[in-house]
């Protein structure tokens, strides 16, 4: 039985191969390589190297010589036996021992079996059909030698390069004014606050005063210019802050409406935010079923606008109503 045949075969498969009483066969694999000296390229290979170490039985061999040839293990196990004496003697003999594509076995002078590995030989599956190969730089090679061509441009092209660069040019700082516009200024921005965004206040606020007011003055401070406007002001020496008067009858004769709702519980729910904000709001009811809030009461009407203009800011719909 060729026991060396089957030790190639397992090889392949395994990393290590002991023959038991002898040394082990060991598989190491090597990645890809590249030799500047001679500009060679190595697949990646599965080197073989020998530990003498390595006697004992690991049933690796005696099986597989046990499958292939249907013995029973212990035949198996003489086989190779008979095998690893056989090369011991003949090693003490001094003679070479070889391996059929794996290797050959020698004794030094002082009698230590060595081996020396099959170069061509690869025993890895994957790169199986891969030899090396020679590839050597280009030489002679300068890039300052490269032929350059001169490109003559097109007169239309470009003139149409500077027509298009010219209008980049205008059209740049006209976006750029669009975009620092509205961040600089109030042009743009909305006049939505946190009151017209609330539910309770948008959907119930009255569509049209002049059905709200029928029985009653209302004074609105129009957008343009009125006698009021064109009357002069009193000098204020320094803006009094606004303090939080009780709503209280007499001769406090303008109110200050901040809301008016449909609904006396959306009403309350006004009354609530306005009470956070320090006053001492009330609920009338008006004449249309509505629930007007009155958040302050002033005795004049220039100190009415007042007020409401300060109040306008964090309540938008709000006016001036003559109680």
């Not at 406007?229 to 939080?244: A, H, I, R, Y």
Request: one cysteine or more.
């Amino acid at each position: 039985m060729d026991v060396k045949a089957i030790i190639r075969e397992l090889l392949i498969e395994h990393d290590c191969v002991i023959i038991p009483g002898f040394g082990g066969f060991i598989a190491n694999n090597s990645v890809a390589r590249y030799e500047r000296v001679t500009g060679t390229f190595y697949p990646p290979v599965r080197k073989i190297s020998f530990n003498r170490n390595l006697t004992h039985n690991d049933g690796l061999l005696i099986s597989r010589i046990s499958r292939s040839s249907g013995l029973n293990y212990g035949d198996a196990r003489r086989i190779v036996d008979e095998f690893a004496g056989d090369i011991m003697a003949r090693l003490e003999k001094r003679n070479r021992v070889l391996f059929d594509h794996i290797g050959a076995f020698t004794t030094n002078y002082e009698n230590s079996v060595q081996f020396e590995p099959e170069a061509d030989m690869n025993y890895l599956s994957g790169s199986y059909g891969l030899e090396s190969f020679q590839c050597y730089p280009l030489k002679e090679y300068d890039l300052r030698k490269r032929v350059t061509r001169s490109f003559h441009r097109d007169p239309a092209r470009q003139i149409q390069v500077r027509k298009t660069l010219l209008r980049a040019a205008i059209a740049i700082p006209v976006i750029a004014l669009t975009i620092l516009v509205p961040l600089k200024t109030d042009l743009f921005r909305t006049k939505v606050e946190s009151l017209a965004l609330n539910p309770l206040v948008t959907a119930e606020f009255e569509n049209n005063r002049k059905a709200v007011d029928e029985s009653a003055e209302i004074i609105s401070v129009p957008e343009e210019k009125t006698a009021i406007d064109e009357m002069p002001l009193p000098e204020f020496k320094q803006p009094v802050p606004e303090e939080k008067q009780p709503l209280t009858a007499g001769s406090k004769r303008y109110g200050i409406v901040t809301g008016s709702f449909r609904s006396e519980e959306n009403a309350r729910t006004h009354i609530e935010m306005l009470k956070a904000e320090g006053f001492n709001p009330e609920i009338v009811p008006a004449s249309n079923g509505f629930f007007r809030v009155f958040a302050i009461y002033c005795s004049d009407l220039e100190t009415a606008i007042i007020k409401k203009d300060s109040l306008s800011g964090k309540f938008p719909d709000t006016w001036v109503s003559k109680r």
